[in-house]
């Protein structure tokens, strides 16, 4: 199973960025598909963003064109640049892994924090 470690979330004022990493063991990252979804306090897991192996990348539409999510297969990692946050992007957010297999992992996630 791929072990998932991520690092980046803070507390940031609203119009602020962050840049979340997830680092992965294994030698298999360069053909899973990667992502980040978000859990706020009270709601469900929800999907933010993913990039497959070949570098095709999804959105949720509420983050489209102020989230970026990339991969660097050579550090196997993947990041998610995060523009012009609002507090209702306040969750934790989670990292995953899913291989071509299906096998799905996740990481134990990173609380990110915007104050209005």
């Known amino acids: 199973q791929v072990q998932l470690v991520e690092s980046g979330g803070g507390l940031v004022q609203a119009g602020g960025s962050l840049r979340l990493s997830c680092a992965a063991s294994?030698?298999?990252?360069?053909?899973?598909?990667m992502g980040w979804y978000r859990q706020a306090p009270g709601k469900q897991r929800e999907f933010v963003a993913t990039?497959?192996?070949?570098?095709?990348?999804n959105y949720a539409d509420s983050v489209k064109d102020r989230f970026t999510i990339s991969r660097d297969n050579a550090k196997n990692t993947v990041y998610l640049q995060m523009n012009s946050l609002k507090p209702e992007d306040t969750a934790k957010y989670y990292c995953m892994s899913l291989s071509p297999r299906g096998l799905l992992s996740w990481g134990q996630g990173t609380q990110v924090t915007v104050s209005s």
């Open positions: 990039i497959t192996s070949g570098s095709t990348t």
């Open positions: 294994g030698s298999t990252f360069s053909i899973n598909t």
